[in-house]
């Protein structure tokens, strides 16, 4: 398995991913993952097996010395497979590269995989926000502060 940049040709495929990985009204519209794709701020990463896309991420630098996962989606049969690590590893170290300080993200309050994924990578919960998504689920927000890996 290994890591690539988005290409322009991505984007079907991953909006296909996106949405088999979230609820309707929760995953993005076509339009809404072309702009965080395309946005000069962000980065995508693209996880390949033997030329088929298993996951990607978005990341968004954000004001304040902030990094925020914008989606991270990984194909049902391949999570628990280190995808998401992987990902989420590319997506930590770029945000030390740009010298961000923390990077934050939101997960339904009642997504306990993801949950226990992130809060095992680190992240606290530092916020709820009640029905923050369309289907009513709250959200919680977690963050992880960053340090610096000795190279």
Same mark, same amino acid.
């Given at each position: 398995?290994?890591?690539?940049?988005?290409?322009?040709?991505?984007?079907?495929?991953?909006? /296909?991913?996106?949405? &088999?990985?979230?609820?309707? /009204?929760?995953?993005?519209?076509? @339009?809404?993952?072309?702009?965080?794709?395309?946005?000069?701020?962000?980065?995508?990463?693209?996880? @390949?097996?033997?030329?088929?896309?298993?996951?990607?991420?978005? $990341?968004?630098?954000?004001?304040?010395?902030? &990094?925020?996962?914008?989606?991270? =989606?990984?194909?049902?049969?391949?999570?628990?497979?280190?995808?998401?690590?992987?990902?989420?590893? $590319?997506?930590?170290?770029?945000?030390? @590269?740009?010298?961000?300080?923390?990077?934050?993200?939101?997960? $339904? @309050? #009642? #997504?306990?995989?993801?949950?226990?994924?992130?809060?095992?990578?680190?992240?606290?919960?530092? =916020?709820?926000?009640?029905?923050?998504?369309?289907? /009513?689920?709250? $959200?919680?927000?977690?963050?992880?502060?960053?340090?610096?890996?000795?190279?």
């Amino acid at each position: 398995m290994h890591l690539r940049d988005v290409r322009s040709e991505d984007l079907e495929t991953l909006y /296909g991913i996106d949405q &088999a990985c979230f609820a309707p /009204g929760i995953a993005y519209s076509r @339009e809404a993952l072309s702009e965080f794709i395309g946005n000069r701020r962000s980065r995508t990463w693209v996880a @390949e097996e033997k030329g088929a896309v298993v996951g990607f991420l978005i $990341a968004e630098r954000q004001a304040r010395k902030a &990094a925020h996962i914008v989606t991270i =989606d990984v194909v049902e049969s391949w999570r628990r497979r280190s995808v998401g690590s992987l990902l989420m590893d $590319a997506a930590e170290d770029w945000a030390r @590269e740009q010298k961000l300080e923390l990077v934050y993200l939101e997960a $339904a @309050e #009642n #997504n306990l995989p993801a949950r226990g994924f992130y809060e095992a990578r680190g992240y606290k919960k530092v =916020d709820h926000v009640p029905e923050y998504y369309s289907d /009513g689920a709250s $959200a919680l927000i977690m963050l992880k502060w960053l340090k610096r890996r000795d190279l």
